[in-house]
């Protein structure tokens, strides 16, 4: 059976490595701050024109031996498609201020740049950051894919979705979804593992048993959101996706060795008493 994919790790400020919004790929980041000067008085920005773009690449046809012209090209091409570009300045401009707040990181396997604002990616728009398990529900994986959507212009709002998820996936199992720490204790009795028992128990105990599912919990931050959808594919994971790959493993033995297998493990009677 071949290995599943990893799963995908949501871009974090600062970071080291993550899985790039750009490209996809699990890779090293490089950072950066972002400044300011002035723009000339006679020189403001000028919005984009095809007309310019058009002169470049025939300038850039009619020279190939300069690199230099077809390089202005993809520049301008990429102010056309709306990528953050970074262009390096000489050692003699003028920068005036440091734009807090701002930062750029750039992946080393695409070489693509990211825009960041405080904590989130707003370049580019939010993608589905952790994908959902492929035996979730489709209703619960309905707003999985929701809150991945809106992580990051919303963290409360992805983890009220998720715990709305939980309750779901607790109602798939033939929970009743009322109560959630009843509900763990069902799902540790059928065998959940401990680790995610816990991890359950400390998002109910944070929300303090008062956040219902579906509504918004003022302290929920990013991590927690993050920690919820790995929770929910966990779940899944334990109690759905393990399972049926276990069945799927054992009805590829042989018939016969799957009887064999049945009637060894069969309660065995006492045998008779002399008064029988």
Known sequence: MAADAPSPVPPSLGAASFSCPRCGAFADQSWFRVFAHWYDEKSPPKPLDVAILQFLEKDADEHPDEPMRRRLVERYRRRFEGDPVLIKLGESDNVRFRVDNVDLSRCRSCGEVSLWLCERVIFPESQIIVRPNPDMPGDVKADFNEAAGIVDRSTRGAAALLRLAIQKLC??????????????????????????????????????????????????????????????????????????RVKALYDRLPETKRQAIEQRDKPKLPPPTESE
Do not use: W, Y
């Not at 720490?181 to 400390?202: E, P, T």
């Not at 302290?219 to 759905?240: G, S």
């Open 171 to 244: 109602i798939q199992l033939g929970l009743p979804g009322k109560n959630l720490n009843r509900d763990i204790a069902a799902l540790v009795a059928r065998g959940l593992d401990q680790q995610i028992q816990m991890m359950l128990d400390a998002v109910r105990v944070i929300g303090n048993d008062s956040v219902h599912p579906g509504e918004i919990d003022m302290k929920d931050d990013r991590e927690t959101a993050l920690q919820l959808f790995f929770l929910v594919n966990e779940i899944v994971d334990e109690m759905i996706s393990k399972p049926q």
